[in-house]
């Protein structure tokens, strides 16, 4: 019946052929790749396994995505690959596929307003999105950009021009540009044009449908933690891909009820015959969408407004949330892993806020079917995890994988909810499970890196300790595994 309730079309269960062009699995964001004949254990240090691997910066929080050669992540400066380029910043590196080496890179300035805007040293944070020759962005400034994914060594290619004074900043002589440069197409300032007030870091993977990008904002509270600087700023956005325009932005009036951030990335499927886009709120709720069609006229900006909605948290506090800001018993939820779709259910994983709020989390399965306010008729299971939550749970062959901040990582059958067994894992999972070639693979904040046999039994093939902490989400493309440390991109590949 469940079934019936959602037509997934082919590129919800299909990932982008043998590249890895976005986080996550095509529209569906599941955590799942195609890929085969990857290494079930490595060794940086004896170099087992290892293709190649590329020095990053000291923080680097973002996912590796690999398109049409290129291998791109975001890190920070703590390890400049240009000297003219000294200090705190956010760097875009864009890697050779075969031999690993830097094509070109993106260093952006410090937002200099609040250092709550752009927390220092943490560099970009958010994973790329490619199309054709073109990536999209969010910055850490909070900024989208849509870049030609060959850099400068094929010249300006406009319409932006201004890359020089871009990387200088603000009241500094412009820098020459160089073929180790990215090339910048245009810059939409969420800051200033969409009137946001982001907290921490920017992350958000952006979601191409058609001509249009849809991406979360980051609007958040301010330095208090207890005060929303922007009550009327939007949560989800809308753009048109070729320009940058600003089409569209939800009208659900989210930002007084965020508890930390909104920093969620949505999904996309179809159900019941219809389109619908999921977005998980910095409120604690999933919010149903349908996708943008048309064009505003020039100059307006339109309002959208859900049609379904699932609160993971029924009882949890929706008015004046902040009074309950470093309280651990109890309070509102938040949803840092994105909503995911899957065998006609939707997967989403949240609860308390991992630095400010309290230890209680869920995984929740819901039927992404009907209309209006859905939470009291539509979950399907909940199943309690052990402390904190910020993964996007991975869904294969019947079986749904998520780690938790309690040190766990859990197999829990899909269509009943209850547990098929738990590794005990050592650290914080800020990462997502990625399942690939009959394999889970997850890193941890301690430096741990674990492979273990997806499905039913449990089996441990691989606990390693690398050579720094682990935030990033594994990747597969092209039989070429890749794991990033804090400091180090790893590409990995089965040898004889």
Known sequence: MLRALLSLPLFSVLSFAADSPQWGQAWSRNQVSGETHLPESFDPAAGTNVKWQAALGTV?????????????IGTNNGQPRDPRHQGDRG???????????????????????????????????????????RVYFVTNRHEVVCLDLNGMANGNDGPFKDEGQYM????????????????????????????????????????????????????????????????????????????????????????????????????????????????????????????LTGNPPEGKVLKLNADWKFDIDPAGPKEKVHQFTTNRMEGPSSIFGMPVVADGRLFVAGGGDTWWGKTHCWLKCINPGGQSDVTGTHQIWSFDLSKHVMSTPAIANGLVYI?????????????????????????????????????????????????????????????????????????????????????TLYALESKP
């Open 168 to 291: 200088a900043g603000e009241g500094q002589p412009a820098m020459e540009t160089g073929p180790l440069d990215a090339d910048i197409i245009w810059v939409f300032d969420m800051v200033k044009e969409a009137g946001i007030w982001p907290h921490d870091s920017a992350h958000s993977s952006i979601l191409i449908d058609g001509p249009r990008l849809y991406l979360n904002t980051g609007n958040g509270v301010d330095n208090t933690h207890r005060v929303i600087r922007k009550p009327d700023a939007p949560s989800l956005i809308v753009m048109d891909k070729a320009s940058g325009r600003w089409l569209a932005r939800d009208d659900e009036h989210i930002a007084p009820r965020i508890f930390h951030a909104s920093w969620s990335a949505p999904s996309l499927a179809e159900v019941e015959g219809r389109r619908r886009l999921f977005f998980c709120g910095g409120d604690g709720v999933v919010y149903g969408f349908d996708p």
């Open 403 to 487: 780690a938790d901040h309690g040190g766990n990582l859990h197999c829990i059958d899909e269509a009943t909810g209850k547990v098929v067994w738990t590794q005990e894992i050592e650290g914080e999972s800020w990462a997502s499970p990625y399942v690939a070639d009959g394999k889970v693979y997850l890193g941890t904040r301690k430096g741990r890196f674990y492979v273990l046999a997806a499905g039913r039994e449990k089996k441990l093939l691989m606990n390693r300790r690398l050579n720094a902490p682990v935030t990033s989400t594994t990747v597969a493309a092209n039989g070429v595994l890749y794991v990033a440390t804090m400091k």
């Open 91 to 133: 760097v875009l590196m864009c890697f050779d596929e075969k031999d690993g080496h830097l094509q070109w890179q993106l260093v952006t300035q410090k937002r200099a307003e609040d250092k709550y805007f752009d927390w220092p040293n943490q560099g970009c944070a958010s994973p790329v999105t490619v199309e054709g020759d």
């Open 60 to 72: 680097t929080n973002s996912t590796p995505v690999v398109a049409h050669g290129h291998v791109l």
